[in-house]
């Protein structure tokens, strides 16, 4: 099995920034592209961001420009780095990736961590 572990959430004021901080672990051959999402209370979970292996990135425009993410395929790792927080960016965030399991199939399976709430306060 694969687990994905978050950390890094927390409570921080308007303007503030926080780090996220996602390890895979378990059956991994390889990561291709691993992300970010966050879901508020009643609505329904949205792309943050998104990073391949080879390190492209792609942000919605809500988040572009204050959160960057980045990736240590060493350590299965993957970052959101979140600058100029608002009160909106209040979510449960989460991590995923898609796992290749082994070197014989190129098949990829669809892994999510549990979550960490980041609450932005006005």
């Known amino acids: 099995q694969v687990q994905l572990v978050e950390s890094g959430g927390g409570l921080v004021q308007a303007g503030g920034s926080l780090r996220l901080s996602c390890a895979a672990s378990g059956s991994i051959f390889s990561i291709n592209t691993m992300g970010w999402y966050h879901q508020a209370p009643g609505n329904q979970r949205e792309l943050v961001a998104t990073?391949?292996?080879?390190?492209?990135?792609n942000y919605p425009d809500s988040v572009k420009g204050r959160f960057a993410i980045s990736r240590d395929n060493a350590k299965n790792t993957v970052y959101l780095q979140m600058n100029s927080l608002k009160p909106e960016d209040t979510a449960v965030y989460y991590c995923?990736?898609?796992?290749?399991?082994?070197?014989?199939?190129?098949?990829?399976?669809?892994?999510w961590g549990q979550g960490t709430q980041v609450t932005v306060s006005s």
């Open positions: 990073i391949t292996s080879d390190g492209s990135t």
């Open positions: 995923n990736a898609d796992v290749r399991k082994q070197s014989y199939s190129a098949n990829l399976w669809r892994y």
